[in-house]
């Protein structure tokens, strides 16, 4: 798969895009409005783990950023439902975290120190600045410990995303219609993949779904 990505910049573009997001890194890095007190409610319980209304409200802070780049239009944002799509998201999340444990998935210190080293938001002149990384965080309300433990958690859930998506290949009938198609295949071959992939991740997690107990605090979000 990663050849796959590597040749196909279009669709690398897609798959990353998918995978979210980076939700972690996008959350860090954009506003955050004000906040109600946690630990008086939660947004949802996904077996013993708890979504807060301070995750929430970042992960749709985000969100939100994004949608709004993108459109630029109030109203096309609502046709989103955006709030239900950030609470299943970080729901799926929670999910596939305890998969990757169960797993046996783990995340080296050099992929972390690699992860961060290559974020442009901590360069200067495409190279990594200690100084700027520090000061980002700090503006941010968070220490370098919170950072890279948020970072660590993505980079473990993409780990499992890409081990789920890589037992989902074309058939031999799939492939002989790609074959029957006149002209270049290469970008619809990366297409179809990626669409099966995305599929077969997310048949794994509503399976998985379906055996925890989860519970949503809709009214937080209506």
Do not use: C
């Not at 954009?30 to 949802?44: D, E, F, L, M, R």
């Not at 077996?47 to 969100?63: L, S």
């Amino acid at each position: 798969m990663l050849r796959i990505m590597r040749s196909h910049k279009f669709f690398t573009v897609f798959i990353l895009g998918a995978i979210t997001i980076m939700i972690t890194i996008a959350f860090v890095f954009y506003g955050i409005g004000p906040q109600t007190n946690p630990s008086k409610s939660i947004i949802a319980q996904v077996g013993k783990e708890i979504i807060t209304p301070e995750e929430y409200e970042r992960a749709y802070a985000a969100a939100y950023r994004r949608a709004w780049e993108m459109y630029q239009n109030e109203e096309e944002i609502k046709k989103m439902n955006l709030k239900m799509k950030v609470l299943d998201e970080l729901i799926d999340n929670i999910v596939l975290m305890s998969a990757a444990k169960k797993a046996g998935l783990t995340v080296t210190e050099k992929e972390l120190q690699e992860a961060i080293m290559n974020e442009p938001a901590f360069q200067t002149d495409g190279v990594f600045n200690k100084e700027i990384y520090v000061r980002r965080l700090k503006l941010n309300r968070m220490n370098p410990a919170m950072y890279e433990n948020a970072i660590k958690n993505e980079l473990l859930l993409n780990k499992m995303r890409l081990l789920i998506a890589e037992t989902a290949d074309l058939t031999t009938d799939e492939l002989n219609i790609l074959n029957s198609i006149k002209g270049d295949k290469g970008q619809l071959y990366g297409f179809l993949l990626y669409a099966k992939r995305e599929l077969a991740i997310k048949a794994y997690v509503e399976g998985l779904k379906r055996q925890m107990k989860i519970t949503r605090n809709k009214e937080f979000i209506s």
